[in-house]
């Protein structure tokens, strides 16, 4: 589903198609490489505690929106920057 397109530039390893763009859906590894999480522990600890985007469940894998992911790490990074001045 994902990764049957190529030359990605989004520089989280997926693979994009021929007009260069980027594949709605992320897996669980993908989230956890775009996201600079550890461990999949911690991401569901997001999803609990921090208001992460909840994934999709397809054919018993899980796929998170980008969008959904990008807009909840700016937001993230925003407050964690308001927190150190």
């Given at each position: 589903?994902?990764?049957?397109?190529?030359?990605?530039?989004?520089?989280c390893?997926?693979?994009?198609?021929?007009?260069?763009?980027?594949?709605?859906?992320?897996?669980?590894?993908?989230?956890?490489?775009?996201?600079?999480?550890?461990?999949?522990?911690?991401?569901?600890?997001?999803?609990?505690?921090?208001?992460?985007?909840?994934?999709?469940?397809?054919?018993?894998?899980?796929?998170?929106?980008?969008?959904?992911?990008?807009?909840?790490?700016?937001?993230?990074?925003?407050?964690?920057?308001?927190?150190?001045?």
């Amino acid at each position: 589903m994902i990764n049957n397109q190529k030359n990605c530039k989004c520089n989280c390893n997926c693979k994009n198609d021929n007009n260069n763009e980027t594949p709605r859906l992320v897996s669980t590894k993908q989230v956890l490489r775009i996201t600079g999480l550890a461990s999949i522990n911690t991401l569901k600890k997001r999803i609990k505690d921090a208001g992460f985007p909840s994934p999709i469940k397809e054919n018993r894998r899980l796929y998170w929106d980008r969008q959904e992911v990008t807009d909840w790490l700016d937001v993230y990074i925003s407050k964690k920057k308001q927190l150190k001045t």
